[in-house]
């Protein structure tokens, strides 16, 4: 999930975090790869940290495309709060979301009943954003305008930490390290260093800066592969509601357990602005470029090859059950731009958006418990599934 500013409904909008008039200072935005060529690709980065243990891999599963929404318990949106941006399966076997400048952590059963968890989570703006499952059975959160790093148990009860963040620095990103660890990036406005975070169960903090080049917007976080976390740099260039003065240019970053950062830009287009990633089901990284209407694949060696054109924008990326990559895409041509995307790892897409309602704006995406894939809905405050 990527700090920007767009015009949706004649509104200026920040996605991941929230929306807002240009009255508002810059915030962060949170939400929320296919086959090599015959070529020999060089050795992963050693990290020192094995890479995962690969699981046995499960039959893929086939997706029809039917598409549902759900809205009841969801607390109605208003102009600046409540928007519905990241999305995670949980280790309870439910969906958990977050509900950005409404400062409230939802949670969804298969069959859709909705419980909203605010007691814990300081008020006044805190923008909760990404979110994930940690390694301790918990959800881990990002809360990018009060920059804290959130914990919600199964049952519930949140925590907070804020120990170790700079300030401002904009948490958006999150995702579960091989280490045991939940990492984190920070995007850094306000002129401020983009960094990577790191923090353990028990909540200690590790920021890291060295290697990630000034007006990067780190945004999304995954782990990949080779045991290293890799994460989109957005960039600034070409954006014209961005008000900072880095001529920021859209990279992928690898940052090994160690924290020694690697920035990759060749074979990504100018001004494509990176924002999701996800590790593939082909031992490579994907990510979206918002501004090109691309899919991006990179492999552990750097290599990026790019697909398109999309009708839309895309944001979330996650890997299917269907041993394909799914996408939420917020804009475009397709009814009010709203439609779910798939890509093969041979770089195949078909779109779909039959069954999403109009301006429903899709952005966080995830593979839920039950196989099948699940989005949240920016505008509508819904949460969608497809089938």
Not at 144 to 157: E, L, Q, Y
Request: charged share 15%; glycine share 16%; aromatic share 8%.
């Amino acid at each position: 999930m990527w700090l920007l500013f767009r015009r949706v409904d004649a509104k200026l909008a920040v996605f991941g975090v929230f929306r807002m008039t240009r009255t508002f200072a810059l915030l962060a935005l949170v939400a929320l790869v296919g086959c090599n060529s015959g070529s020999a690709s060089p050795p992963p980065l050693f990290t020192g940290v094995a890479a995962p243990t690969p699981s046995p891999t499960p039959s893929p599963r086939a997706l029809s495309g039917t598409i549902t929404e759900f809205s009841s318990g969801i607390t109605a949106p208003n102009q600046f709060s409540n928007q519905l941006t990241g999305i995670a399966a949980g280790p309870d076997g439910n969906l958990w979301f977050t509900e950005n400048c409404g400062d409230q952590i939802g949670r969804i059963t298969p069959a859709g009943a909705v419980t909203e968890f605010a007691n814990g989570i300081t008020g006044g703006r805190a923008c909760v954003g990404s979110i994930a499952a940690g390694p301790d059975g918990n959800l881990w959160f990002t809360e990018a305008n009060a920059s804290r790093i959130g914990r919600i148990t199964p049952a519930g009860v949140i925590t907070e930490f804020s120990s170790g963040i700079t300030p401002g620095s904009g948490p958006s990103g999150i995702a579960k390290g091989p280490d045991g660890n939940m990492w984190f990036t920070e995007i850094g406005g306000g002129g401020k260093i983009a960094r990577i975070g790191r923090i353990t169960p028990a909540g200690v903090v590790t920021e890291f800066a060295s290697g990630i080049t000034l007006g990067a917007f780190a945004t999304s976080i995954t782990a990949g592969p080779d045991g290293n976390m890799w994460f989109t740099e957005r960039g600034q260039a070409g954006d014209p509601f961005i008000v900072e003065p880095f001529p920021g240019v859209g990279r992928i970053g690898r940052i090994t357990p160690a924290g020694v950062v690697t920035e990759f830009a060749a074979g990504i287009s100018p001004f494509a602005l990176p924002v999701s990633i996800a590790a593939g089901p082909d031992g490579n990284l994907w990510f979206t470029e918002e501004n090109g209407g691309r899919i991006g694949r990179i492999t552990p060696a750097g290599v990026v090859t790019e697909f398109g054109a999309l009708t839309g924008e895309p944001e979330g990326i996650t890997a299917g059950p269907d041993r394909n990559l799914w996408f939420a895409e917020i804009s475009g041509g397709r009814i009010g731009g709203n439609s779910l995307g798939r890509i093969t790892p041979a770089g195949v897409i078909t779109e779909f958006s039959s069954g999403i309602s109009a301006d429903a704006a899709p952005t966080g995406i995830t593979t839920g418990p039950d196989g099948n894939i699940w989005f949240t809905e920016y505008n509508l405050n819904r949460i969608g599934r497809l089938q």
